[in-house]
Structure formats: C-alpha cells, structure tokens
C-alpha cells in the first residue's frame, strides 16, 4: 500500500493556511525565488515584537505547509527569536521527506533575510506601547 | 449533492471496481463446494475448472475478434507486455536486432524496451507530433531491413490520444516486422476485430475493464514468423507459452467482464463522453488552461489538462478528497514531470500541473460537476497563496 505521504500536520496547516496573504504595510518583507519554488514573507512588528506575519508560496504541500508552521509559532515572539528557525526543526516536525530538504531550507534562506530587513526597519527597537 | 467528505473517484484509466455479475462469476471458483480444481488435472474437479477457463477464452475471443488460441492468460497488461516484447524479439534475434517504439508508452514497455537496448538491441524512439499522435511515415522511414519488431500502444494511459493501429500496423505488416499493441486502456471500450487487424501481438488486463486484478492476457497472432519465447519454464500449460497453474476464478472473472463489455460498449462509451465533455466545459475558460492530447484522436473516458502556474503536487492535494492522477499511476511516486507530457512538448511545469481526469461506468453527472467546482476552487486557492512570479 502506498503510504500517505502527508502527515496530519501537514494536512492540517495545508488546509488552513490562515497566514496565506499580506501585510497592509508590513515592517519587512521578503521574497525568494530558486529552484521553481517561490516563498515571500512579510512581518509587522511593535518594538521587539513580531505582532504579525503572512505568508505567499508556490511550490508543494510540504513548503506551503511550513511556512504556514513558521507563521503560526513566531507571530507574537521578540524578532530576536528569528534566528532560532531551522529547517531541520520543521523537517522533524511537520514531518518533510529529506528529499524536500532543498526546499525548506530555502524557506529558512527567507527567514534568515526576513530577521536582517525586521532588524534594519525604522520600527525596529521603538516601544510603541 | 455530494458530500465534501464523499471520496468522487475519477480514476478509471489507473483500475476499475470489479463488476458485481463478474464477482458472482468468480466467487464459487474460490469454494470447496465449487469448481476449484486445477484445470490441469486430468479428474471431473481439474475438468470441470478448465471449463470455466475455455469458456473464459472464448469470451475473450469473442470481444477481441480472434481465435481462441491465439490467446495466452498472464498476470496482467505488464507482464504481457514483457513476454511479447522480450519474447518476440528474443525469436527474431537471428533475423535483427532494430527495434521501433515510442517514448510516449507506458512505463511496462518503455522499461522493456531499455533492459533490451542493454541487452544489444538497437532501440529508435519515435517522438509524436505535439497533439500525441505518430505520423506513420515516421514510422515507414525508421523500419529498416533490420528491424524485427514495433511496440506502439492503442490508447495512451495519461492523454487518451488513440494512434492509428491500423495505418501503423499495415505498414509493419508490409515490410514483415511484428507489431505489438498495448491495448490495456483500449480492450472493451473501443471496437477491436484482430481477425482482420494488421497486429501480431496484443497486451491486456482484467481489472481496466471491470474485472479482476492479477490477470491478463497477450494476443499472438497464428501468422508465420509470430512467435514469443517464454520467459518461465516449467508445467508447459498453455503450450509453454506460460507454464504455470491457470488461476480459474481470474480468468473466468476475465472472461465474464469481457462478455459484459462486448455487450455494453456501446452504451459505455457515449456515457463516458459526455462525462468527459462535461467536465471540459467546466474548465475550459480558465486562465492558462491547456488540454493534453489530441481532441480529435481520443479515448473518451480520458481527460487530461494543465494549467499555468500551478505547482501538480499541492493541486492534487487540494483535489482531495478528488481521487485523481497526476500521471500513470503506475509512475505517480514519482516527482519527475511525465515524459509523455514531455514527449508532447509540455515543459516541466506544465507537465508537473497535469491533472488526469478518467471516467467509467459508474460516474455520475453529480461527481463531474463536484470535480469541476472542485477544481476551480483549488487552482484559485493555489493562486491566491502564490507570489508574482519572477518577471
């Protein structure tokens, strides 16, 4: 039998991508494009905060499904904790086939290129509270 | 109306289910209480079991228009494949060793025909025009005084694009080389009368046309110089063609599910075109939409498109619960664009986009109309996620 190559996480953020989109005027944004694959990020923050992330991809289930991860879990968290994504924490995670790795870790190429544009921004630092 | 969680199962061409008048055929062979015996067996039990398969063989006969011994049983279409091709070509060593097929076949033929060229035959691939059609004076120009046998299938397994059997066959019949003809897609649902068709050998399977899985059947054709090695040994049944043990309830199964079709493919096949030409107007209007093959020369239970800037694997996954095929399932593991697509002159992308919609007896117009809506919403949805392109 032909094993199901989607796990239930991936099925579940496949289905409701509810970071599918854009930012109206996003702090930083960022767009990759290699191998075939497209994946654009756009993060909004206050002070150290990420207080909104979105994302656009072209490419298969596996990378819809991890940026849609990468969304969900650092919206809310301090822009310093963008270093901290990894492609082989959402390769274990979600999980992707290792022969998908070329495409998560172009998923992180953008986090990484994300985290430096937030740093850079003119709202980077300012407390706005 | 069907439900979202209702799986609409439009992939025919990959197997059908069996047909409930063929399950009631086979299942008393299974029984103690039944014809189970051996029909090579020389008692009343082994006798009566090898009624079931003569029976079986004249059914068969019957709907390919051949003569009963011409018929040799096997596994299914890929075996069939490989004893008339490595069979063949094999007897007609000595004569030459040019072999002609195209790229566009299935995977049983294709693979064949390489484990061959590894084997020092000299293989030519010729390429379809860009609607998936050979020109046969491709074909009249690459036979050579050397060439011993053409493999060339009836109806492609991904496009539904039907080659001209008869005009390629006449000309492999004029210059005395084999043709074989992969009719898995095309055996009881269109008209085939091999009695008076230029074909030597025929491959086909049960479970494409509402039979079983795990029986076929090849078509060698009672003419001089048609002759397949074997490729097992032992048991000599079927004039050791194919020794082995003869699986009765299969092959009655086969048998059965052929009679249904001979006697329904009329009425089949007008089904399937309308279903087939339902669900094209439902997409046709999209931007980038693009049908695979040629419309004038197709089978009709088969409907296969691509559209632009879609990546195939996460659309088949929005399909779902849409029970499609990217490509031959026999090759949908794989990620590598369709090289029949390719063949056409598809590019990746395009290629890797490809949807094959296939159609059967039992489709409704409710599931057409699901799979349209179906299809619409997840290419929209798709789009929407996507970044512009590069420029």
């Known amino acids: 039998m032909t094993r199901d190559p989607y796990s239930a996480r991936v099925r579940e953020l496949f289905g409701a991508p509810d970071h599918a989109g854009d930012l109206e005027k996003p702090a930083a944004r960022v767009q990759i494009i290699e191998q075939g694959v497209r994946v654009a990020l756009a993060a909004d923050i206050d002070g150290d905060i990420i207080v909104g992330l979105r994302f656009r991809a ?24 963008l270093q ?10 979600l999980p992707v086939p290792r022969e998908k790795l070329g495409r998560i870790l172009l998923l992180e190429d953008a986090v990484r290129s994300l985290g430096q544009r937030v740093r850079g921004s003119p709202d980077a630092g300012k407390d706005t509270n | 109306m069907t439900k979202e969680a209702t799986i609409v199962y439009l992939d025919y061409a990959a197997t059908t289910p069996v047909d409930p008048r063929v399950v009631d055929v086979m299942t008393p062979l299974f029984r103690q209480d039944g014809d189970f015996g051996n029909p090579s ?12 398969v003569e029976r079986a063989t004249g059914q068969l006969a019957e709907l390919l228009g051949c003569k009963e011994s011409e018929l040799v049983w096997t596994s299914g279409a890929t075996e069939s494949d490989n004893l008339a091709i490595l069979g063949a070509a094999r007897y007609r060593a000595d004569r030459g060793r040019h072999l002609i097929t195209m790229p566009t ?9 390489q484990v061959l ?30 060439t011993q046998l053409v ?19 006449s000309i492999c019949r004029e210059r005395d080389v084999l043709f074989h003809v992969d009719a898995a897609q095309s055996v009881g649902k269109l008209p085939l009368n091999l009695a008076s068709m230029p074909v030597d050998l025929l491959s086909t399977t049960a479970h494409k046309v509402y039979g079983p899985k795990g029986v076929g059947a090849l078509f060698v ?13 032992g048991g000599g049944q079927q004039n050791g063609r194919r020794p082995g043990t003869l699986a009765v309830p299969l092959i009655a199964g086969f048998g059965e599910a052929a009679r249904i079709a001979r006697s329904e493919m ?62 031959s399932a026999c090759n949908s593991k794989s990620q590598a664009p369709s090289s029949v697509l390719r063949a056409l002159g598809r590019s990746d992308l395009l290629a890797q986009s490809a949807i094959r919609f296939s159609f059967g007896r039992p489709t409704a117009t409710a599931e057409v109309d699901f799979a349209v809506a179906r299809y619409r919403e997840a290419v929209g949805r798709l789009r929407d996620i996507a970044p512009e392109p590069a420029p």
């Open chain 2, 221 to 233: 054709a009672d003419r001089p110089g048609c002759h397949v090695e074997p490729l097992t040994f």
């Open chain 2, 105 to 113: 076949e299935h995977k049983a033929v294709s693979d064949v025909f």
């Open chain 2, 266 to 327: 009329q009425e089949n096949r007008a089904h399937l075109q309308s279903m087939r030409d339902r669900l094209w107007r439902g997409i046709r209007d999209m931007d980038g939409m693009l049908r695979n093959g040629s419309e004038d020369h197709s089978f009709p239970g088969i409907l296969n498109v691509s559209i632009d800037d879609v990546e195939g694997e996460s659309l088949l996954l929005a399909l779902e619960p849409l029970c499609v095929a990217t490509g």
């Open chain 1, 58 to 81: 072209w490419g298969c289930p596996h990378l819809l499904a991890g940026a849609e991860a990468f969304c969900r879990e650092f919206e809310g968290r301090p822009v310093s904790a």
């Open chain 1, 84 to 93: 901290a994504f990894g492609a082989e924490e959402i390769m274990q995670t």
């Open chain 2, 117 to 146: 060229e590894k084997q020092g035959f000299e293989v030519s691939w010729l390429y379809p025009d860009h609607t998936g059609v050979l020109d046969p004076a491709e074909l009249e120009a690459a036979i050579r005084a050397d």
């Open chain 2, 151 to 169: 493999s060339i299938m009836h109806v492609n397994n991904e496009t539904g694009v039907i080659q001209d059997i008869e005009a390629l066959g």
């Open chain 2, 41 to 52: 067996s020389g008692h009343i039990v082994g006798r009566r079991a090898m009624e079931h």
